[in-house]
């Protein structure tokens, strides 16, 4: 037992619970809350909307989200407060990078970078008392690290191991681009157990998947249900790691964003929505029973979705 930094002050890891490792109340780009709220259809209503979608997510049974939404996703963590306040969800919020760095950011070192990154663990976000709980890095697009992708890295482990708060990620599955995280953090020090390798589930290569774990990662099958591949090799990847004996490395999500300026305003919400009309109630209403079908227990599936994020926050 022990206890982490949530959006509305310490959690404990005990009552953690079912909990969403990867997902966002909202993504747009930077600023983007600041001087564009009617976007979404205003403030007030969107974190009114919010709010009822993590609410009848806790009444079936999610008790924790974490929120893996950066400064270059546009997050605003006094509305992530507001949603987690007016939900009674318990809400994790994070620090570090995802994949779009302002002229102002890029041009920072590593060192200035994971003194921000620090700041937001230890002081707080935004001007706020607001502590991050979790840091993020994202790569991807380029089976290299871009050079500002590298600085992030090395940001991102330093601040770890400045902080002891663990890692997720955002890696290019297709491109392996784990293995790339891997040597970084290998190179700074960083124990892979404090890591998430996300995304993971855009592969069923399970060189990649087995590779992570085998170096002692977790990893992420944290964009349920959809893209390529489809739902059903999700799930059979999944089930197959599992009969591998990799069911203590795995936590779940669904990355899907409660709106994301990101896309065409066309398909923000009837896409999506299409794609998962379950929303962040999908893994334990599709996925979960799913996982079932192939053989996996309910014992293993209170595992992924409730010991594994308990045991990966406790470190
Ligand atoms: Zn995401």
Not at 20 to 28: D, S, T
Request: proline fraction near 4%; charged fraction near 25%.
């Amino acid at each position: 037992m022990s206890t982490i930094n949530g959006v509305l002050g310490p959690l404990d890891t005990a009552d953690l619970g079912f909990t969403l490792m990867h997902e966002h109340v909202a993504g747009a780009s930077a600023g983007f809350w600041q001087v564009w709220p009617e976007l979404f259809g205003g403030r007030e209503e969107f974190s009114n909307y919010a709010a009822g979608v993590l609410r009848d997510a806790k009444a079936t049974g999610v008790q924790t989200f974490v929120d893996v939404t950066t400064i270059d996703l546009g997050r605003d963590i006094r509305l992530i407060r507001d949603v987690a306040e007016r939900s009674g969800m318990n809400v994790v919020a994070c620090t570090g990078h995802w994949l779009d760095p302002s002229r102002s950011m890029a041009a920072r070192t590593v060192e200035e970078l994971t003194s921000l990154f620090v700041k937001e663990i230890e002081q707080g976000i935004e001007g706020t008392e607001i502590k991050a709980g979790i840091l993020k890095l994202a790569n991807d697009v380029t089976p290299q690290l871009s050079s500002f992708g590298e600085k992030a890295a090395r940001a991102v482990a330093k601040a770890h191991l400045a902080t002891g708060i663990p890692i997720t990620t955002h890696a290019g599955a297709k491109l392996e681009i784990g293995f790339r995280q891997a040597e970084v953090f290998e190179q700074e020090g960083v124990d892979p157990k404090h890591v998430i390798i996300g995304h993971s589930d855009d592969t069923d290569s399970l060189h990649y998947l087995g590779g992570l774990m085998d170096k002692g990662y977790w990893v992420g099958l944290d964009r349920l249900p959809s893209g390529d591949p489809p739902f059903a090799v999700r799930v059979d990847t999944c089930a197959a790691l599992i009969e591998r004996g990799y069911a203590d490395q795995l936590v779940l999500s669904h990355d899907f964003p409660l709106d994301i300026a990101l896309a065409p305003t066309a398909l923000r919400g009837s896409e999506w929505s299409k794609r998962n009309p379950d929303g962040i109630q999908f893994i334990h209403r599709r996925f979960l029973p799913a996982l079932q079908e192939r053989g996996v227990s309910q014992a293993v599936c209170e595992q992924l979705t409730v010991d594994n994020p308990r045991r990966f926050f406790e470190g």
